[in-house]
C-alpha cells in the first residue's frame, strides 16, 4: 500500500508501506531506502 508520511517539519516522503510501528510511525520504502515518520491523515471530501 502507497502511504505519505512526514520527516521532520516540512519534508514529505511516499513509498510502500514496511512495517507500522508501536509509536504511531510508519515505516516506508523509496527504490533501496526505507524512511521512517509519521503518516499524513487522508483529507475529508465534503
Given at each position: 500500500m502507497?502511504?505519505?508520511i512526514t520527516?521532520?517539519?516540512c519534508?514529505?516522503?511516499q513509498?510502500?508501506?514496511q512495517?507500522?510501528?508501536a509509536d504511531g510511525?510508519?515505516?516506508v520504502a523509496?527504490?533501496?531506502k526505507t524512511f521512517v515518520g509519521y503518516p499524513v491523515p487522508p483529507v475529508?471530501?465534503?
Open positions: 502507497l502511504r505519505t520527516v521532520g517539519s519534508v514529505s516522503v513509498g510502500l508501506v512495517a507500522q510501528l510511525r510508519v515505516a523509496v527504490g533501496d475529508r471530501k465534503s
